[in-house]
């Protein structure tokens, strides 16, 4: 791999952890999602695929939405930061 090159895969994020602890799948996430989403980009969310900052965006609101519309008590919401670890 040469220096110019952009490390892709970056293994397991904190976003699969959580949603794995309150058993939600990528199809729960899509559907909770007010803005397109697909469940490729989910799968690629979880599993560390590098995604741009909108999307990540999108993914953290997702899921705060999808955790107060089951009844999960946050201290604060979920941030971008808190899922990814890039």
């Not at 980009?41 to 741009?52: D, E, H």
């Not at 999108?58 to 999960?72: H, P, T």
Request: charged share 30%; aromatic share 4%; net charge positive.
């Amino acid at each position: 791999m040469g220096q110019d090159e952009i490390e892709r895969n970056l293994g397991v994020q904190p976003l699969d952890g959580i949603m794995t602890e309150h058993e939600l799948g990528n199809h729960d996430l899509v559907t909770a999602s007010t803005e397109p989403m697909t469940h490729k980009a989910v799968q690629r969310a979880r599993k560390g695929r590098r995604l741009t900052k909108h999307m990540k965006q999108r993914m953290a609101d997702a899921l705060n939405l999808l955790l107060k519309q089951k009844g999960v008590e946050l201290e604060r919401p979920w941030g971008v930061k808190d899922l990814f670890t890039y």
